[in-house]
């Protein structure tokens, strides 16, 4: 794939480009960056065309400016877009990415072919309660971080993923992830019941692993249940990143859906 710095931005994307293929997006989950989809990207580079981002504060997209923040990141994949020259894309998010895939669509629904969601949920409809419940773990997940990525990495890995391949996987990414990004995903509370779900000119599939959280699975459900059209999927033997788990039948039920 081909490295680029977006022009007076802080991201830095990369880029596979395949002749009369359709665009596809790929949107990672919080601490690692782009490299969690590299069994995805593999498989489709010679059908499609693939941006796969590193979202503010991730991986090479690091070097950014005080007022800079996470809720800027669909602004930065439209302008990525027309640098790319894609009119249309495929959206694919993975737990923080699948909230950023979302807020894409919300805010340029006309530039979305299929949104595809994974371990998040309905950030149209959340119930704020739901949250709650997890906030204490989530509280003590980030003191260690602030002590020690080290130390945040070994916790986050056994929750992030199911698999020990993948779990190690996720630890080595998550140990470039450094203390000062965490102040960039303040902002993303404010892309959180903003906006009202209408008919949707695209198709919609959410899903996460059986051995997610309890809440993960519980928001999948009531996320199916509010949006009747959307396909849902639940994949055996995978926990929050289900693509790095299970990365065969992750590129199956995509490639289904695509076509």
């Not at 391949?165 to 000062?180: D, G, I, V």
């Not at 997610?212 to 999927?233: F, G, H, Q, Y």
């Amino acid at each position: 794939m081909e490295k680029i710095r977006l022009e007076d931005s802080p991201i830095v994307y990369n880029v596979s480009r395949c002749e009369g293929g359709d665009w596809v997006l790929f949107l990672h989950a919080a601490f690692v960056h782009h490299g969690m989809f590299a069994q995805q990207i593999e498989y489709f580079a010679d059908s499609y065309n693939i941006i796969a981002v590193d979202m503010l504060g991730h991986g090479d997209s690091t070097d950014a400016k005080r007022a800079d923040s996470i809720d800027k990141m669909s602004f930065w994949i439209k302008r990525i877009m027309e640098r790319e020259n894609a009119q249309k894309i495929h959206v694919v998010g993975v737990s923080l990415g699948a909230v950023i895939a979302q807020d894409f669509a919300n805010k340029y629904p006309d530039n979305v072919s299929s949104l595809a969601c994974f371990g998040g949920y309905d950030i149209n409809n959340f119930d704020m309660e739901m949250q709650k419940s997890n906030s204490s773990s989530q509280m003590g997940m980030m003191l260690k971080g602030m002590i020690s990525v080290k130390w945040f990495a070994k916790a986050n890995k056994k929750i992030s993923a199911y698999t020990e391949r993948a779990q190690e996987e996720f630890y080595k990414m998550n140990l470039s992830f450094e203390k000062k990004s965490f102040m960039y995903l303040a902002s993303l509370g404010s892309m959180v019941n903003k906006h009202k779900t209408g008919e949707r000119g695209y198709p919609l599939l959410i899903g996460c692993g059986e051995h997610d959280i309890p809440m993960e699975l519980e928001a999948v459900r009531m996320w199916a249940e509010s949006e009747k059209n959307c396909r849902t999927v639940v994949f055996e033997g995978a926990g929050h990143c289900v693509n790095m788990d299970v990365p065969d039948r992750f590129n199956k039920v995509m490639e289904e859906f695509w076509k």
